[in-house]
């Protein structure tokens, strides 16, 4: 393996950073810098969540895009509001998608606090979503991989500003791969592998990861 | 809590980054893009990882700088060659601290596989160490709390390349501590979050985590 005298860039999304740095916001950075603003219509601190408005309405496995090294993909998507508003079944109906439906994955929905100027402030609200196959789809269910959805939203006075219709609003989700059979690492350092990039753990173990850096000579 | 029309940007160790990206380097990209480079006297991809070179000499808590707001440090040091060589009492020895000394932690050194071009290749060895106080010293090991090191040395056919002297090597380290009594999280979700800053986290409870993040306004 040769070595290049001039460090290696790596394109990340939109922005170019040197090896070793990841896209890896806080549940308040992905709220405060990115969905706020999104919600608003304000500019974004960088171009790395793509819009994908019909998010829910396609099976997991058809989300475009490639995952990022460590399995995790981040989208832009519209919801609408009856989906937060009604639970249950109305949830399930507006969130059925080809092959199954998004279903929340127990427990509740944890409130998204921005710690600024000493304070804390409820600024969103993280939702765990895990997707639900119909019988006989989705081979990768089979394998023991579930797929599983973070959606984050607005809290609710901030929920009716600048969006998209009064019926609608934005949302930001992080979408990944998670074993269903977890491995229990007997220590903090087994747990922080797991977002490196490592072939030998469970929990990556059947996310086809595709990486979408790409290197960049640089100047 | 206002919210400011240009995005933020945040300066992270020498670096200037949209809020959200973070420097969690793989293994590889640590030996390959950093270690390497440092040995051979080569330019750095970004000045995040700064020289420590008595690194070993120093109690855990006197090691200066703040951790990243995920309680990480990373640091390059310079390991006598002996160190290497020998186990046991010789390495206790050259790596006592005022107040203890760095173990290793147990299981066999990791090797650091680059995956370039297809194929593996050694280009590294990752030695997890933890650090023992002696009696009665080291108030954080009371509280619960052990002081992990991932000793990160360039695997044996590039040592003596380009190092400090015959008998010295570079070497980079992450330090950071962790529950001594973790809880066992039921699944890949649970351990993700340990990444995030997420106060309710029994492994970063006890890390004093002063962020060395600062904002910067954009251009």
Redesign the interface.
């Known amino acids: 393996?040769e070595?290049r005298?001039?460090?290696?860039?790596v394109r990340?999304g939109g922005?170019v950073?040197?090896?070793?740095?990841?896209?890896?916001?806080?549940?308040?950075?992905?709220v405060?810098?990115?969905l706020?603003?999104k919600a608003?219509g304000?500019?974004?601190?960088?171009a790395?969540i793509p819009d994908l408005c019909n998010l829910y309405k396609l099976d997991p496995w058809d989300i475009p895009g490639a995952a990022s090294?460590d399995g995790e993909r981040y989208f832009f998507a519209v919801r609408p509001a009856a989906a937060a508003a009604g639970g249950g079944r109305c949830r399930r109906q507006l969130q059925a998608t080809a092959s199954g439906f998004w279903k929340p994955a127990g427990g509740r929905d944890k409130p998204v606090l921005?710690s600024?100027?000493g304070g804390s402030?409820l600024?969103g609200v993280k939702k765990?979503m895990v997707f639900v196959p119909r019988r006989g789809k989705g081979s990768e269910a089979a394998a023991g991989c579930s797929w599983?959805m973070h959606e984050y939203s607005l809290a609710l006075p901030l929920r009716n500003k600048g969006c998209l219709a009064q019926a609608e609003e934005w949302v930001v989700c992080r979408i990944f791969q998670?074993?269903r059979s977890?491995r229990?690492?007997?220590?903090?350092?087994a747990?922080?592998t797991?977002?490196?990039?490592s072939p030998s753990t469970s929990?990556s173990s059947c996310v086809t990861s595709s990486s979408d850096q790409e290197e960049v000579s640089?100047g």
Do not use: K, W
């Open positions: 393996m070595m005298v001039a460090p290696v860039l990340y922005v950073l040197p090896p070793g740095f990841r896209f890896h916001p806080t549940d308040e950075e992905l405060v810098q990115y706020r603003r608003f304000l500019p974004l601190p960088a790395v090294d921005a600024r100027y402030h600024v765990d599983v998670r074993s977890p229990r690492p007997a220590d903090h350092d747990r922080r797991q977002r490196r990039r929990a640089s």
